[in-house]
């Protein structure tokens, strides 16, 4: 089985990801393995981080989250865009970007997911 172990979300300006990121979700970051160009993300799993990247192409992300139409109105609290959430058989889940034009998206599991 392969498992993701490792992903990066590249964005244009590194310490401007790190306060959106870290006011949406809460994230604290490991000062001693980041970097101007990187910043390492505590206690993930899997293990990732924020790259400086112009390209902002990478593979779509699915968080998840208990409250998705909370944390929708939280990123656009921080200057992101989210969608309306969309109900399928596995939850809600809904596309939205950072404040710098990065998306991701949110999910919120169905019960007994």
């Known amino acids: 089985m392969i498992q993701l172990g ?3 979300i590249d964005t244009p300006d590194v310490e401007k990801a790190r ?9 604290s970051f490991d000062e001693d393995a980041s970097h101007p160009t990187y910043a390492h ?3 993930s799993d899997p293990a ?3 790259t400086k ?13 208990d409250d998705i139409h909370a944390v929708c109105a939280r990123v656009r609290e921080l200057g992101g865009h989210a969608a ?3 109900e ?4 809600l889940s809904a596309i939205v970007a950072d404040d710098q034009g990065v998306s991701f998206s949110l999910w919120q599991p169905a019960p007994g997911y």
Do not use: N, Q
């Open 6 to 8: 490792y992903f990066t």
């Open 19 to 27: 306060a959106f990121y870290a006011g949406l979700f809460g994230w």
């Open 53 to 65: 990247g112009e390209h902002k192409a990478f593979p779509h992300l699915y968080f998840r989250v």
């Open 88 to 91: 399928s058989p596995s939850g």
């Open 41 to 43: 993300v505590k206690g």
């Open 84 to 86: 309306i959430p969309a």
């Open 48 to 50: 990732f981080g924020i």
